[in-house]
DNA sequence: TACGTTCTCCCCATTTTGGGGGAGTTGCGC
DNA sequence: GCGCAACTCCCCCAAAATGGGGAGAACGTA
């Protein structure tokens, strides 16, 4: 799988549009010998999604807010590593229920998900699916899992690549003090105190909050405060 | 190096405390072939660095804030993939007199720098920089970006996973009106306007909020807010 | 040097949050 | 069936945040 791993990747890089990088992701079942695929991306407010899964499916997950009680989704969001699924707590009635209608749609029992965050609070799941046992599947996880990190590493860079060329660029910028007052409301303190800690008074406080939500677009100070982390522009 | 590559892998996966990580990570300027490697995470609050740097510098860099001027921080902040050093813009005078002083402490001249983020916010940054013309370190990085990529993301896999291990567990979880509750503050809602889109009571609403509040042991409704985005309780 | 951005200071009326206390229904797991 | 957690509703008042407007000094860049 090394080489044709290798072609891949260099196919991924030199895409030029967000739908040939989707096609390419489908194809990649023969060659990653499974039989679902899946990339789906939050990107504040966008979204991109790409499988081999049946609209049938894709809509009932999507309708219903499956996400929600998806422990796959809650499992990724929570860890560094890939998830494999058959390692989760299935034990919850939802999630029973849930994964039952998974597999009636024919997504398959055994998977692995690879989460990747990209700035701004990105977030996007890689996924492999198949109908396997759990011997088997155990040696093809062991076998492939950094190859397929790898490969959504990829793919996640080029897909974020090519959204933020054709995309809503104009990220604004901080200065020094509105981040700094950001980060201390972020981290709980009210003006005063953050005022009392920057050794400026409540009132210059104010004027840079201000100015940050003007910046940011923010109808308040949460608001604020909230892009301004998903932005990356605090760190908390 | 593909090989060595591997045995790295092996090594640091096999782990069982973060002191022998950052033995790792130090030993590794020979296997990859550079003068200096650093290893930065910052993980809500915590803190840890490992780096083959002079201490002088360190403590200089740290003394001084120069994270908030130094160019491949910010770009590691707003970018996915790898930081080629002599990509970024050094024409600012601060960034100018940052890198001077750089080099005077011994850091190369050449630098490739991996952004790395995990759940609740977590980022890193893993680095190495070498004294080289522009053309050498091109062909270094072209040839070893992919597998300083894997290489960043495995010792920041293990890395975490003794992290979260060691230490400060409990992580609350929020009820699913909770969360919602807190979505909406994120995004720019005040408590009325999120009762109404809700179609619950503003008093109901205020519940929630307190409750997500004490659960996040949060002062106040922002800090909330910011705890549970870096948390990844919540997708805005 | 001139321009722009950043940093700093202040009042007052209005809106939004926070604190305290109480209570009934529903749904899930054991 | 019991218990627990989540969901829903209500009042009053104190504390905090917001909006609107004005202005001078310091810094770095062009």
Redesign the interface.
């Known amino acids: 799988m090394q080489k044709r791993l290798h072609d891949i990747?260099e196919h991924v890089s030199g895409a030029s549009n967000i739908g040939e990088i989707g096609a390419t992701i489908l194809g990649l079942t023969d060659v990653l010998d499974v039989e679902h695929i899946a990339y789906h991306s939050?990107n504040?407010g966008g979204e991109y999604a790409s499988s081999t899964y049946k609209d049938d499916w894709i809509d009932c997950y999507l309708g219903n807010g499956y996400s929600?009680i998806d422990p796959v989704v809650q499992a990724g969001?929570?860890?560094?590593?890939p998830v494999n699924w058959n390692e989760l707590d299935w034990s919850g009635k939802s999630a029973r229920a849930f994964m039952g209608e998974a597999q009636s749609a024919g997504v398959g029992n055994q998977g692995l998900s690879i989460?990747i965050?990209?700035?701004?609070?990105?977030?996007a799941l890689f996924t492999v699916s198949q109908r396997d046992s759990i011997e088997g599947w155990k040696s093809y996880t062991d076998n492939f899992a950094?190859d397929l990190?790898?490969l959504a590493?990829?793919i996640?860079?080029k897909a974020?690549?090519l959204d933020t060329v054709q995309g809503r660029g104009e990220?604004p910028r901080l200065s020094?003090r509105e981040a700094d007052a950001l980060t201390l409301?972020?981290?709980?303190?009210?003006r005063a105190q953050s005022a009392d800690y920057l050794r400026i008074s409540e009132h210059t406080l104010r004027v840079y909050i201000e100015s940050a939500r003007f910046k940011l677009k923010?109808?308040?100070?949460?608001?604020a405060?909230?892009?301004a982390?998903?932005l990356?522009m605090i760190?908390?």
């Open positions: 990747i939050v504040g929600r969001f929570t860890q560094f590593g989460p965050r990209g700035p701004r609070g990105q977030f950094l990190v790898m590493h990829v996640n860079q974020l690549e990220i020094p409301l972020a981290g709980g303190m009210n923010a109808n308040n100070t949460t608001h405060v909230a892009r982390i998903c990356g760190a908390v």
